[in-house]
């Protein structure tokens, strides 16, 4: 996100869980007729300005099974012309945010949360 905004702190998190998941060699196991693990993801985004916070997270299941549909729709929008920039870029100063998340309604729910202010 410093890329391409201008934000002056970015902090991140990942659960030990998660990280334990990358560093174990066995692959999740499929539970569903689709092949997707029971492993589920969330992706917890808070914004402040002054005294607003804004809020959204993403959730889903089998963040590999993600990952697909994820890469076909930034493709499709590059071949389409729907891009904000050319080059390299990140997938967020490249494509409308909200609308390429709404693309992946089927594969990830969002929560958008309005937050009281801080003041």
Sequence with gaps: ???H???PEVR????TAAADDLAGAA???AVDDRGRSAQTFTVDVRVRRGAEERRRTAHGRDIYAVTAPLAVEAVQRILDGRTST???ASAGEMFDAPDFLRALAP????ESHRLASTR
């Excluded at 594969?107 to 969002?110: D, Q, R, V, Y």
């Design 1 to 3: 996100m410093p890329s």
């Design 5 to 7: 905004l201008a934000i």
């Design 12 to 15: 991140t998190y990942l659960t």
């Design 27 to 29: 692959a999740p196991v």
């Design 86 to 88: 050319t080059g390299v």
């Design 107 to 110: 594969h990830i729910s969002l």
